[in-house]
């Protein structure tokens, strides 16, 4: 509700008090549209680096938002403060042959590092869960790094809370094929 000033020098007196509390722009949650794809491409390329990526076997291009977008928009999700991309989802449904079970799958999420902390995790979050229910979505997957604290932390704050291991190994055929030959 709005405050009714009692005099204009109040009001004067409250601005010089608190200069710098300026009206924080608020930040809308909405499904991707066709523009977002090159914003959401250059806020990941600054989070996820080839040297730094959190999910192992996807890499972060503009080919990978562009194929989301193609192939699941309405289960992708921004974070909009009404000039810019602030926050992002990416996500797909897994359907299990012979299994009535459907899987939702958050493969990608991240917030602007300068917006951190302000919950905008938290609200891209609960949007994607209840996209997920209309799906009848039966199990939420992700897939972090075991070093990556941040998002630990995060997700078992959404409720992730057991973690299972997997070992990931790799074998480099390219250099296989050299040493027979
Ligand atoms: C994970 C991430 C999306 C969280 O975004 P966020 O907007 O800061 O999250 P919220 O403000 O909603 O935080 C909610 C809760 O998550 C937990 N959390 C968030 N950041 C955390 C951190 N650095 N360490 C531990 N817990 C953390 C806290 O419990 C937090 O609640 P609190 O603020 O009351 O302490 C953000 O840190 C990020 O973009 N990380 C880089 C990208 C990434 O690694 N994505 C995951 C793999 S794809």
């Known amino acids: 509700m709005a405050r009714e000033w009692d005099t204009p020098s109040e009001k004067e ?43 192992l076997y996807r890499t972060w291009d503009e080919y990978e938002v562009v194929e989301f977008f193609n192939s699941d928009s ?30 939702g799958y958050l493969v990608w999420i991240a917030v602007d590092e ?22 009848r979505v039966r199990m939420l997957l992700v897939d972090i790094e075991a070093e990556n604290d941040e998002a630990r932390g995060f997700f078992a704050r959404m409720g992730f809370n057991s973690p299972q291991d997997h070992i990931y190994l790799s074998l480099n055929l390219s250099t296989r094929d050299k040493k027979e030959n």
């Open 114 to 135: 300068a917006y951190r902390h302000r919950n905008i995790g938290t609200r891209l979050f609960k949007e994607f869960l209840s996209i997920m229910e209309e799906h």
């Open 13 to 55: 007196n409250t601005k010089k008090k608190h200069p710098e509390k300026k009206r924080k722009p608020e930040i809308k949650i909405r499904t991707m549209e066709i523009e977002d794809i090159a914003p959401i491409f250059h806020l990941g390329e600054k989070l996820f680096t080839h040297d730094d990526a959190p999910n």
């Open 74 to 103: 309405e289960l992708c999700l921004v974070a909009d403060d009404g000039t810019r991309i602030v926050g992002f989802v990416l996500a797909t449904i897994i359907d299990k042959r012979r299994s009535a079970w459907k899987y």
